[in-house]
């Protein structure tokens, strides 16, 4: 059975939803080419119009950065759609002391969820060996493959022994448009009976086990430890807050590294010799065998240069929008209350100004000497956002794709099939149009 039907894969998220996701209630389903005619070489700030709205386009790094690094209220996220809001809210679309307190208790949430990567990627490999068979080679759509497996991989990091409950929330959040009412309340129904059940056995003093090595279980934790630090309970997340959040990290966890792990392996399929120096090097570290360890996986130095080129040319978040709500300055103009600030962080990891002629290839080699060092801006790069409001999941987005580009390295040698078509498009991360064709070849 191929590992998508194992898992019970399900569409990406219909277009109505996307349309409608929280950090652009005027943004579109393209790309950004729009941007495009509104800048020349030696201007990188631009203005367009997006009807009545005025639109800053910000393409100067120490720009960026100033907005991402703003105090509270200079320049904060647009206010959400209504049926954006409805679908998903949680970290990523709150602002001020409410997302404070929500990152405060989330924080160490993210550092005891690993054990459920290593299962989920054994499962991985162990299809991709069974559809290779004993010819030796096998094409395959990676693309929905590891869509699955992430969203495998959040079912038991988020839920742990709760793992079909978890299964069921991530179905009933990637369904189809219809009914979305009525899903909602579902997911609310199943975390809610979850999160009363753990409240009862921290009531009863049981002792916290493995099985509390979930989000879930951590997020409780974490917010009572919190809660207990700074004795008011205003500082606690509600039962609804932790709904929230749990549905947010189903989605962030499986969009971003699915996208990640999907390019990796297209990039590494056309460029071959970076494959086999990837390959080189884990097996030099781990054998052939191996489960790669936690200490180890941060000690990979050209894996880690290949994922940050890949997060430079496909980042997780291709543009960011921030609107002033007060008279600010940014550089040396001054904004009036109600512009859109757009930070098209996919221009600017392409500009040939910062990165060189080469800006828009596949080139691993840039990220030897750290991110720092990697361009003519040590501020230029922005995969996974800046400043105070960095992508709190990116540790658990890296370590993922690390072990899953590990293992696969380990048993796999890949190509692109005759059949793959390049056509990056948008839907809110940069997806492969036409899916990503791979032949893989056993070890």
Request: with cysteine; aromatic share 10%.
């Amino acid at each position: 059975m191929a590992y998508t039907s194992a898992c019970g894969l399900v569409a990406v998220l219909p277009l109505l939803l996307l349309l409608a996701w929280v950090g652009g209630a005027r943004q579109t389903i393209a790309p950004l080419p729009c941007h495009h005619p509104s800048r020349s070489a030696s201007r990188k700030i631009s203005v367009t119009w997006l009807g009545p709205v005025p639109q800053v386009t910000v393409m100067e790094p120490e720009l960026v950065k100033e907005v991402l690094f703003a105090k509270y209220g200079d320049f904060a996220k647009p206010n959400g759609n209504p049926l954006a809001n409805l679908f998903l809210r949680g970290l990523v679309a709150y602002d001020g002391e409410k997302w404070a307190k929500h990152r405060k208790i989330l924080n160490p949430a993210f550092h005891r969820m690993l054990p459920a990567f290593s299962v989920c990627c054994i499962e991985l490999m162990s299809s991709w060996e069974d559809m290779v068979g004993s010819e030796g080679y096998y094409e395959i759509d990676v693309w929905p493959d590891l869509q699955a497996f992430t969203g495998n991989v959040i079912s038991r990091a988020a839920f742990g022994s709760s793992y079909e409950d978890g299964r069921r929330i991530y179905h009933l959040q990637t369904e189809q448009a219809r009914l979305i009412k009525a899903i909602g309340g579902e997911i609310k129904e199943i975390i809610g009976s979850l999160i009363k059940k753990r409240e009862e056995d921290m009531k009863a003093g049981k002792a916290r086990n493995e099985n509390n090595d979930d989000l879930l279980g951590l997020l409780m934790e974490s917010n009572m430890n919190h809660s207990r630090e700074h004795g008011n309970k205003n500082t606690k997340l509600t039962t609804e807050d932790v709904i929230e959040e749990c549905k947010l990290f189903y989605f962030a966890g499986q969009e971003t590294t699915s996208v990640l792990l999907t390019w990796t392996m297209i990039l590494l399929s056309m460029h071959q010799s970076w494959q086999v120096r990837a390959r080189e090097e884990v097996l030099q570290t781990f054998g052939k065998n191996n489960i790669p360890s936690y200490d180890d996986l941060s000690h990979l130095k050209i894996v880690t240069m290949i994922l940050n080129e890949v997060l430079r040319l496909y980042p997780p978040a291709p543009i960011l929008h921030r609107r002033t709500y007060k008279t600010v300055k940014l550089g040396n103009v001054v904004y009036p209350p109600g512009v859109l600030v757009a930070l098209p962080i996919l221009l600017i990891h392409h500009d040939p100004d910062i990165w060189g002629k080469d800006a828009s290839e596949f080139n691993p080699d840039r990220f030897a000497q750290g991110v720092s060092n990697a361009s003519k801006d040590k501020n230029a790069y922005f995969a996974f956002g800046f400043g105070p409001r960095i992508c709190i999941g990116q540790n658990f987005a890296l370590i993922e794709a690390r072990l899953a580009i590990c293992m696969i390295l380990q048993r796999f040698s890949f190509e692109l099939s005759p059949s793959y078509a390049h056509a990056p498009y948008r839907v809110i991360t940069l997806h492969p149009q036409h899916g990503a064709q791979i032949k893989m070849h056993r070890l």
